[in-house]
């Protein structure tokens, strides 16, 4: 039996991840601050034909991060697969956002996932392999306006996963980095606004999604199988990511042109409406 400890795993694409590898009959730690939602995980985990337990972590503490590694290698033995998962996100121009909204979303989305890889990767290389896979989002490749504190937290995940693909091939260590646009998920009940126009639109976004967590855990086995770097999911995030590889300095003079002449929102929006974003 294979080993996981899954962050953010009471709801959402966590919740997806832990009942994906529940049919892979893996024992997982399913990691949250919410016990009661991570106990309702663990439920579907059993009926879905996995196993495991809870472990109630807030990963903005380094030291909770380092006690749950502690943890699971005492527990397991050994841990095949960490999911750094948990993530939140706070929408709002910069200079508008408060700076608390900053630290929150940089804390829980970058830095839980720098603590995990930080006190998970040496006992997985001493263990001889393993895998870590960080849900980081397209917003981390295309970075487009009123969602600074997501864009730089999940830009900072690619990083750290681009880095420590190549630092861990030696130690048979895959990593794979997921870099979903938007899609149904629970990210709205926690998420941060500073006008009205920021909450209809992420609204409409996730509304009119054409993949919902189950889909985007899908793809993420998938490339796990493979050992795949990036997970990108979506036509539309594909095609935008291109864009701005291809064309950078288009890309965003077509954007800033747009905020100058006040047409973003009707732009973003259509997008919204027609699940383009």
């Given at each position: 039996m294979?080993?996981a400890?899954?962050t953010?795993?009471?709801?959402?694409?966590?919740?997806?991840?832990c009942?994906?590898l529940a049919e892979?009959?893996?024992?997982?730690?399913?990691?949250?601050?919410?016990?009661?939602?991570?106990?309702?995980?663990?439920?579907?985990?059993?009926k879905a034909?996995g196993?495991g337990?809870?472990?109630?972590?807030d990963v903005?503490?380094?030291?909770?991060?380092?006690?749950m590694?502690?943890?699971?290698f005492n527990t397991?033995?050994?841990?095949?697969?960490?999911?750094?998962?948990?993530?939140?996100?706070?929408?709002?121009?910069?200079?508008d956002?408060?700076?608390?909204?900053?630290?929150?979303?940089?804390?829980i989305?970058?830095?839980?996932?720098?603590?995990?890889?930080?006190?998970?990767?040496?006992?997985?290389?001493?263990?001889?392999?393993?895998?870590?896979?960080?849900v980081?989002?397209?917003?981390?490749l295309v970075?487009?306006?009123?969602?600074?504190?997501?864009?730089?937290?999940k830009?900072?995940?690619i990083?750290?996963?681009?880095?420590i693909?190549t630092?861990?091939?030696?130690?048979?260590?895959g990593?794979?980095?997921?870099?979903?646009?938007f899609?149904?998920?629970?990210?709205?009940?926690?998420m941060?606004y500073?006008?009205?126009?920021?909450?209809?639109?992420?609204q409409?976004?996730f509304?009119?999604?054409?993949?919902?967590?189950s889909d985007?855990?899908?793809?993420?086995?998938?490339?796990?199988?493979?050992?795949?770097?990036?997970?990108?999911p979506?036509?539309n995030?594909?095609?935008?990511?291109?864009?701005?590889?291809?064309?950078?300095?288009?890309?965003?003079?077509?954007?800033?042109?747009t905020?100058k002449?006040?047409l973003?929102?009707?732009?973003?929006m259509f997008l919204?409406q027609?699940g383009?974003?």
């Amino acid at each position: 039996m294979k080993n996981a400890v899954v962050t953010g795993a009471g709801s959402g694409l966590g919740r997806e991840l832990c009942l994906k590898l529940a049919e892979r009959k893996y024992r997982i730690l399913l990691a949250d601050v919410n016990v009661a939602q991570a106990r309702e995980s663990l439920e579907m985990v059993r009926k879905a034909g996995g196993d495991g337990e809870i472990y109630a972590c807030d990963v903005t503490q380094k030291e909770a991060v380092e006690q749950m590694a502690r943890y699971a290698f005492n527990t397991f033995r050994r841990v095949d697969l960490l999911i750094n998962n948990a993530g939140v996100t706070s929408a709002g121009f910069t200079g508008d956002i408060p700076i608390e909204d900053w630290e929150w979303c940089i804390n829980i989305d970058m830095w839980g996932m720098i603590y995990g890889c930080h006190y998970f990767i040496p006992q997985m290389r001493t263990q001889g392999g393993g895998y870590i896979i960080n849900v980081a989002s397209a917003a981390g490749l295309v970075c487009l306006p009123e969602m600074g504190p997501y864009n730089v937290a999940k830009a900072g995940v690619i990083a750290l996963s681009e880095t420590i693909r190549t630092e861990l091939a030696p130690h048979n260590i895959g990593v794979t980095v997921v870099c979903p646009s938007f899609f149904k998920t629970n990210l709205l009940k926690s998420m941060r606004y500073q006008n009205d126009f920021q909450k209809e639109l992420a609204q409409t976004t996730f509304d009119r999604s054409r993949l919902n967590a189950s889909d985007i855990a899908g793809y993420v086995m998938k490339a796990m199988d493979k050992n795949r770097l990036y997970v990108v999911p979506g036509l539309n995030a594909k095609l935008i990511w291109l864009d701005k590889r291809f064309a950078p300095e288009f890309f965003y003079r077509f954007i800033a042109f747009t905020i100058k002449n006040k047409l973003s929102e009707k732009l973003f929006m259509f997008l919204a409406q027609h699940g383009l974003t």
